[in-house]
Structure formats: C-alpha cells, structure tokens
C-alpha cells in the first residue's frame, strides 16, 4: 500500500486498489493503462468534429482478462470497473455507442 494516508491517495488510485483486490498475488502487471490516439477514435461528445483526430485511454486488466476504452481516464477505470463487476456477476457484456468493452475471454473457454 501507498506511504499516504488513504485520505490522501488519488481516488483513481483508489478505484483501482480496491477493484483489482490481488491479496496474495504473484509480482506481475495486472492493469495496464494505455492513451491511444486515432483518427475518430473517440469523439463522444457532441460537440466534436467527427472528422478529427482523438485521444482517449484503454485499460487492459490482465488478470481478469478484460479491456474497455474512454476518451477520459476516470471514465475509462469507471467503466473497467463496472465491468468487472459485471464479469464477476457473470452477466452477459455488449457493446455500447458511447463506450465499447468486451470481456477478452469467451464464455466457458480458459
């Protein structure tokens, strides 16, 4: 755990030590956060120009084997978070307009 006192830690930091939940866990990279940029990659929000370029961040969760995508940080652990939520629960995954996510595993395989 962080040398913070837990009032002091980021509430991102936060959002990602309590849902990873590892314990015992071997050293290995559990969570990976990527920004990605493309051409239309994102643009979420209605303002923007379709035709442009984007940025956005993809959080790849090794040990859950789960990847989701938002054009903001706290958007992307948000959603990374529901869904493995919602992995654990053993609910079905779509895809969504706004933000698309997809369980890397298929149901029933490894």
């Not at 830690?9 to 866990?25: V, Y």
């Not at 956060?33 to 959080?59: A, D, M």
């Not at 084997?65 to 959603?79: N, P």
């Amino acid at each position: 755990m962080s040398n913070k006192t837990y009032s002091k830690i980021n509430s991102l930091d936060k959002l990602i030590r309590q849902t990873l939940s590892l314990g015992m866990s071997p050293n290995n990279t559990y969570l990976q956060i990527e920004f990605v940029w493309g051409f239309e990659l994102f643009n979420t929000r209605p303002y923007h120009n379709y035709e442009t370029w984007s940025g956005g961040y993809r959080v790849t969760d090794k040990h859950n084997d789960i990847r989701v995508q938002a054009e903001d940080l706290d958007d992307a652990l948000q959603l990374w978070a529901e869904t493995l939520k919602k992995v654990r629960a053993g609910e079905e995954l779509h895809f969504t307009k706004r933000h698309a996510y997809k369980h890397l595993k298929e149901k029933g395989t490894g």
